[in-house]
């Protein structure tokens, strides 16, 4: 296997294992707190739903859109999702901001669960049911994006599903195994790695696809592909240089 | 109605987050590349220019949020 697919395998494992791991902290929640038959049912119908919005999302986007225009389509997207985690990545390393911590927000989820008066349909725990299905939908909708997008960009779909899927499966067994949320985990290290990834593929597709306005072929930056490792490093720089500058402008609030 | 706007909230609290500033950013820095490039600016330079112009709108954008915080 080449190392473009390992490099590819690797983007789409970590970006999905942390977007996972938030889905299950909030499907725990509200299984211990109102019930694993209406938590399930909603992550259940999460899952289905998904199915079905990959399958139209996949389609739509290969299908319809030019190559450029896709570029610049899905560009920009993983250029917004990768900057919003970059800038709490940077705020939380300037000590601007609280660390994510998935233990409290387990705590925060079970609290709003447990003052929530119970009301059913069909059975079913409604309120456990919706925020089981929005969580999961939420979160695997990104997922979902994710893995389009860097499997259509580097035409090796199979690699980004695999990528995504083992993460999926690993979040899964570690979730039944330990019945609580996986504190253990580095996430706010490993979305700062996203975040620069997503970013730099962000800006390289998106610049790329702005070709579309001009004849319909895609732009070529300098050094092609490699520009994309200049790019990780550029956004690194930046990022790291703000984490020094950050706590200046607001030295009252650093943490 | 109430469909409807559950379904907007969705796809804002998806793509816009909780930092409109990051959105608004990307698009700017994106239409004034789009400009240079419609003035005639080459695709290299264009390419550079994006990327100069990109971490320059999320710099901007992060020191904003810090000062007004």
Same mark, same amino acid.
């Given at each position: 296997?080449?190392?473009?697919? *390992?490099?590819?395998? %690797?983007?789409?494992?970590?970006?999905?294992?942390?977007?996972?791991?938030?889905?299950?902290?909030?499907?725990?929640?509200?299984?211990?707190?109102?019930?694993?038959?209406?938590?399930?049912?909603?992550? /259940?119908?999460?899952?289905?739903?998904?199915?079905?919005?990959?399958?139209?999302?996949?389609?739509?986007?290969?299908?319809?859109?030019?190559?450029?225009?896709?570029? $610049?389509?899905?560009?920009?997207?993983?250029?917004?999702?990768?900057?919003?985690?970059?800038?709490?990545?940077?705020?939380?390393?300037?000590? $601007?901001?609280?660390?994510? =911590? !998935? #233990?409290? !927000?387990? %705590?925060?989820?079970?609290?709003?669960?447990?003052?929530?008066?119970?009301?059913?349909?069909?059975?079913? =725990? #409604?309120? /456990?049911?919706?925020?089981?299905?929005?969580?999961?939908?939420?979160?695997?909708? !990104?997922?979902?994006?994710?893995?389009?997008?860097?499997?259509?960009?580097?035409?090796?779909?199979?690699?980004?599903?695999?990528?995504?899927?083992?993460?999926?499966?690993?979040?899964?067994? /570690?979730?039944?195994?330990?019945?609580?949320?996986?504190?253990?985990?580095?996430?706010?290290?490993?979305?700062?790695?996203?975040?620069?990834?997503? /970013?730099?593929?962000?800006?390289? *597709?998106?610049?790329?696809?702005?070709?579309?306005?001009?004849?319909?072929?895609?732009?070529?930056?300098?050094?092609?592909?490699?520009?994309?490792?200049?790019?990780?490093?550029?956004?690194?720089?930046?990022?790291?240089?703000?984490?020094?500058?950050?706590?200046?402008?607001?030295? !009252?609030?650093?943490? | 109605?109430?469909?409807?706007?559950?379904?907007?909230?969705?796809?804002?609290?998806?793509?816009?987050?909780?930092?409109?500033?990051?959105?608004?950013?990307?698009?700017? &820095?994106? &239409?004034?590349?789009?400009?240079?490039?419609? &003035?005639?600016?080459?695709?290299? &330079?264009?390419?550079?220019?994006?990327?100069?112009?990109?971490?320059?709108?999320?710099?901007?954008?992060?020191?904003?949020?810090?000062?007004?915080?």
């Amino acid at each position: 296997m080449h190392g473009a697919t *390992w490099g590819l395998m %690797a983007s789409t494992f970590t970006a999905s294992f942390v977007e996972f791991v938030e889905a299950l902290t909030i499907v725990l929640a509200m299984g211990v707190t109102r019930g694993w038959r209406s938590a399930l049912a909603g992550t /259940a119908a999460a899952v289905l739903a998904l199915v079905a919005f990959t399958a139209a999302a996949g389609y739509a986007l290969s299908t319809w859109l030019p190559a450029a225009l896709l570029q $610049l389509v899905v560009g920009t997207l993983l250029l917004i999702f990768g900057l919003q985690w970059l800038r709490k990545a940077v705020l939380r390393s300037a000590g $601007l901001k609280a660390m994510h =911590d !998935e #233990t409290e !927000e387990f %705590a925060s989820q079970t609290a709003a669960a447990r003052r929530v008066a119970a009301g059913s349909r069909f059975g079913l =725990d #409604t309120f /456990a049911f919706v925020v089981s299905f929005k969580g999961v939908f939420l979160e695997g909708v !990104e997922v979902v994006f994710i893995v389009i997008t860097f499997g259509l960009s580097a035409a090796n779909m199979g690699a980004a599903i695999v990528g995504s899927a083992v993460a999926g499966v690993l979040v899964l067994i /570690a979730g039944i195994a330990l019945h609580r949320p996986l504190a253990m985990i580095p996430e706010n290290t490993l979305k700062y790695g996203v975040g620069l990834l997503l /970013a730099s593929f962000g800006t390289y *597709w998106a610049v790329e696809g702005l070709g579309v306005f001009t004849g319909g072929r895609s732009l070529s930056w300098p050094g092609g592909d490699w520009a994309i490792l200049v790019l990780i490093a550029c956004w690194l720089a930046t990022s790291r240089l703000l984490v020094h500058a950050l706590p200046r402008l607001k030295p !009252e609030v650093a943490l | 109605m109430r469909f409807l706007k559950g379904f907007v909230r969705f796809w804002y609290d998806f793509i816009i987050g909780d930092d409109w500033k990051i959105a608004v950013a990307v698009v700017s &820095a994106l &239409a004034v590349v789009l400009i240079a490039l419609l &003035a005639g600016l080459g695709g290299t &330079a264009t390419a550079v220019l994006g990327g100069v112009l990109l971490v320059g709108f999320f710099v901007i954008g992060v020191v904003v949020d810090v000062r007004r915080s």
